[in-house]
Antibody, heavy 119, light 113 residues
Framework: QVQLVQSGAEVKKPGASVKVSCKASGYTFTTYDINWVRQATGQGLEWMGWMNPNRGNTGYAQKFQGRVTMTRNTSISTAYMELSSLRSEDTAVYYC????????????WGQGTMVTVSS | DIVMTQSPDSLAVSLGERATINCKSSQSVSHSSNNKNYVAWYQQKPGQPPKLLISWASTRESGVPDRFSGSGSGTDFTLTISSLQSEDVAVYYCQQYYSTPRTFGQGTKVEIK
């Protein structure tokens, strides 16, 4: 079945970086965009950016410009989101989500990856 | 950025009764070229990722019960649950995908009265 499976929980210190993976299966990885959305505990959903796995082009929310990098490895159908200069406010569940095109809703979501930033 | 504002923040509805959630965008999310409304509705249960219920403001995803319906255009949108079931207890989010950054409403928590 179509699914996105994310890497496991991470605990990082302030100032460090984290890289979360999102492995696609059940469909052709390069034909759908991958978006990243985060959710702090008890809070709403915050879109971070998107990537086209075919071309590798990306678009990031202004808030994360300079701190986030989205990449992919098409040979293993996996997308990555790396966030640097972590601070406590980055503690959240990070989701990858598939979008059929750049202008589409997110039809398949990963299970989420908890990232905790703590000294 | 387009701001999506949902109302109410929470509501309690009796089993079998109607639940209505509103979502207002700070600017139009409708494209005049194709007459489409770039609004989606998601359902999120505790400990789970969001699940897409409705796209294009009113198109139900495959497998979504027909008690869920979406309506609206321009800047005002509505999600209706016609007959609330116990499994519908969740937080519901609207989202616009008309422009970047994609933005979500703050969420509406639906509970059983």
């Amino acid at each position: 079945q179509v699914q996105l499976v994310q890497s496991g929980a991470e605990v990082k210190k302030p100032g460090a970086s984290v890289k979360v993976s999102c492995k696609a299966s059940g469909y052709t990885f390069t034909t759908y965009d991958i978006n990243w959305v985060r959710q702090a505990t008890g809070q709403g959903l915050e879109w971070m950016g998107w990537m086209n796995p075919n071309r590798g082009n990306t678009g990031y929310a202004q808030k994360f410009q300079g701190r986030v990098t989205m990449t992919r490895n098409t040979s293993i159908s996996t997308a990555y989101m790396e966030l640097s200069s972590l601070r406590s406010e980055d503690t959240a569940v990070y989701y990858c989500a598939r979008g059929p095109t750049t202008f589409d809703a997110f039809d398949i979501w990963g299970q989420g990856t908890m990232v905790t930033v703590s000294s | 950025d387009i701001v999506m504002t949902q109302s109410p923040d929470s509501l309690a509805v009796s089993l079998g009764e109607r639940a209505t959630i509103n979502c207002k965008s700070s600017q139009s999310v409708s494209h005049s070229s194709n007459n489409k409304n770039y609004v989606a509705w998601y359902q999120q249960k505790p400990g789970q990722p969001p699940k897409l219920l409705i796209s294009w403001a009113s198109t139900r995803e495959s497998g979504v019960p027909d008690r869920f319906s979406g309506s609206g255009s321009g800047t005002d949108f509505t999600l209706t649950i016609s007959s609330l079931q116990s499994e519908d207890v969740a937080v519901y989010y609207c989202q616009q995908y008309y422009s970047t950054p994609r933005t979500f409403g703050q969420g509406t928590k639906v509970e059983i009265k």
